[in-house]
């Protein structure tokens, strides 16, 4: 079996998403070829996977300041119309060249549309639940730019729905309608597929238990870190370890990784999660039972969304910044800190599965194998 997986660079959450996927779809097909087709983010996370790769074009969402801004997002992609074009064009031409059994999109549009043009069959990995979806919209008032987003999102339901095999939508639903398949959260490991949490307190040289701090490899987790590293500072008798953040470095009570192949054994071992609103951040804290405190990006109708979502949990504390100053941080820190027991509790409760991957896995596998006979 040949598959392509086109795959949004913004972030690292969708990466790590379709990594999963790829595990299962091994498991079941070891001799299956991989192709990954990505920008920025979600190729630099694949660069040394053996894969075969497509450097797309993608869309530059950075910011200097922990918000989007659309007159930014407009100045960054002047040429985006014609990168779209050349991105479609490349994986058209890729398409045609590797032949895959199925195109997987994750997010990226373009690849949508150039296994719609090749007449591929292809598969949707997306984020949003409609139905959350519209029940969000009824109670944020959208501006003009949170609309422009929200039309983008249809626009790609409303492709999917017209030439998908199938939409994917990972969560806390587990059932199917028409194309939709709504699945588990999708994470690389169970927690029981670690060690204990004492032998990982070991092996990691942990003498406490850590706050993650969990930035996803954007600009904005690091615009928000920039105002935090301060305050961190002031709060000696915690642990904080950052994860996605642009260097390595240990200060104190602070340690930095720019990258971590076992992030989620020093998960296992937290006492909670401090993060943006990333879909796979906050599938991760769920399945693993931790607390989070959550800062949405502003403006960002998924991280609006995904923050909701969370709400309705009650595992994390969602502080909605109309400015980083560090006085207002530092009070949400320690508003976390005094109720991450209580938050703990509610977590406890949580009956969240994991198998959202294998679930994909077997579709693919299934209709390959149906196809072929």
Avoid at 250 to 258: D, T
Wanted: aromatic share 12%; hydrophobic share 40%; charged share 30%.
């Amino acid at each position: 079996m040949k598959l392509l997986f086109v795959v949004t660079g913004i972030g690292l959450g969708h990466a790590t998403r379709v990594d999963s996927v790829i595990s299962e779809i091994k498991k079941r097909d070891k001799n299956a070829k991989i192709c990954i087709a990505g920008y920025k983010s979600s190729l630099d996370y694949f660069k040394n996977s053996g894969f075969r790769k497509i450097n797309l074009n993608g869309v530059d969402y950075s910011s200097e300041n922990f918000k989007i801004s659309i007159l930014n997002i407009l100045r960054k992609n002047l040429n985006f119309p014609i990168n779209f074009r050349r991105d479609i064009r490349l994986l058209m031409e890729n398409i045609e060249e590797f032949n895959p059994d199925y195109v997987i999109v994750d997010w990226e549009l373009s690849g949508l549309v150039a296994a719609s043009r090749s007449n591929k069959k292809v598969v949707l990995i997306f984020n949003y639940d409609p139905y959350m979806f519209d029940s969000f919209i009824k109670k944020f008032k959208l501006n003009r730019f949170k609309i422009l987003q929200r039309r983008f999102v249809e626009s790609i339901y409303n492709l999917a729905n017209k030439r998908a095999e199938a939409i994917f939508i990972p969560g806390l639903k587990n059932k199917k309608e028409n194309k939709f398949h709504f699945i588990n959260f999708i994470v690389r490991k169970n927690p029981d597929e670690l060690e204990d949490e004492d032998i990982l307190m070991k092996k990691l040289g942990l003498a406490k238990k850590p706050i993650l701090i969990m930035l996803g490899g954007s600009n904005f987790g690091y615009d928000l870190l920039d105002k935090m590293k301060s305050v961190l500072y002031e709060l000696p008798n915690q642990e904080f370890i950052i994860f996605g953040y642009d260097r390595d470095f240990s200060n104190k009570n602070i340690k930095s990784y720019k990258f971590k192949e076992n992030y989620l054994e020093y998960l296992k071992t937290s006492k909670g999660v401090i993060m943006l609103a990333g879909h796979s951040s906050f599938a991760e804290c769920a399945v693993f039972k931790k607390p989070c405190l959550v800062f949405p990006i502003r403006g960002h109708v998924e991280q609006m969304l995904n923050a909701y979502t969370i709400e309705r949990t009650k595992i994390g504390l969602v502080k909605y910044l109309k400015n980083i100053k560090k006085e207002t941080i530092k009070e949400d820190i320690e508003e976390f800190i005094k109720k991450i027991d209580e938050l703990q509790k509610r977590a406890n409760n949580l009956n969240i599965k994991a198998d959202g991957a294998s679930k994909i896995a077997e579709f693919l596998i299934k209709r390959h194998q149906n196809g072929r006979d």
